[in-house]
């Protein structure tokens, strides 16, 4: 592991990096340092300290993930057999499945 700025206590540690190439998680990192709210430019990761408090995260993301996204799925099916709208009751399902990206966990690299 490498000296890396540490997403979670803020501090610069011996961490795990975060996969930087994830296409969210890259374009999340861009924006927020676009508008000055990241302190850091370099590398972000996870240190030891701190992996119980992300592996709870990461647990919970994918929960919410099959969460909404079987709600989405419900939701799209009785939509679509009530009013017969294909369209719009597969957006209705991508609306509840995207519901799922507020708890939104970056990938460790492997």
Known sequence: MAEIFCSLCRLMKEAQPLDM???LFSSYVRIMRK???SRHSGALGI???CMPAYTK???GFRKNV?????????????YS???????LSLLIGLFFFS???FS???????
């Not at 939104?104 to 492997?110: G, N, V």
């Open 21 to 23: 190439d994830d296409p």
């Open 35 to 37: 508008l000055g709210k």
């Open 99 to 101: 519901l799922a990206l």
């Open 57 to 59: 995260m990461e647990s």
């Open 66 to 78: 099959i969460l909404y996204g079987a709600l989405g799925l419900i939701f799209a099916i009785a």
């Open 104 to 110: 939104y966990c970056p990938p460790l690299k492997r």
């Open 47 to 49: 240190c030891p300290g």
């Open 81 to 87: 057999i009530f009013t017969g709208a294909i369209l």
